[in-house]
């Protein structure tokens, strides 16, 4: 296994780790279509604007609404962010086992977001970005690893 493994576009290998893959989540009572619904969503207090960013026909339309700025972001959304997009990953690499499976194969490789388009949850695209989504792939890795280490025990 590789050192490190880039991810980015749904068709490459590992688009699985992409929040637009198409996995649904059941968060909060709801099933949302991918995690990437539910993230957008979570921007906003307003029932009204969650429900239609999770009805949204795919990812990259409910990424364009949730980051619609007509639409009231809520005020704590800096410091909640990360927290929900690891709540999202948590729930998708839970909830289907065969991407669990797949995660947890990766063994100790660095996860990289690989994208120009995002240097926060990607690494920027010359690895200078701090690619929080590789980061919380790989602090849910090791939840799921002790959790099953647990279970063998």
Known sequence: MSDSIKF?????????????ADYSIKLRKKRWPTSEHYFQAMKFKDA??????????????????????????????ESAKVNIMREAVMAKFTQHEEL????????DAKLIEHTTNDDYWGDGGD??????????????????????SKDLN
């Not at 980015?8 to 637009?20: I, K, L, R, V, W």
């Not at 239609?52 to 809520?74: E, N, T, Y």
């Not at 669990?100 to 063994?107: H, Q, V």
């Not at 690895?127 to 099953?148: A, C, D, H, K, S």
Request: proline fraction near 3%.
């Open 8 to 20: 980015y576009s749904t068709a490459d290998e590992f688009g699985q780790f992409s929040n637009f």
């Open 48 to 77: 009204k604007h969650q429900e239609a960013i999770r009805k949204a026909k795919s990812p990259m339309i409910a990424a364009r609404m949730g980051r619609d700025r007509k639409r009231p972001l809520r005020k704590d959304w």
């Open 100 to 107: 669990r499976e797949l995660l947890i194969s990766t063994g």
């Open 127 to 148: 690895g200078r970005g701090r690619n929080m989504l590789g980061q919380i792939l790989m602090q849910v890795r090791e939840v799921l690893r002790e959790e099953e």
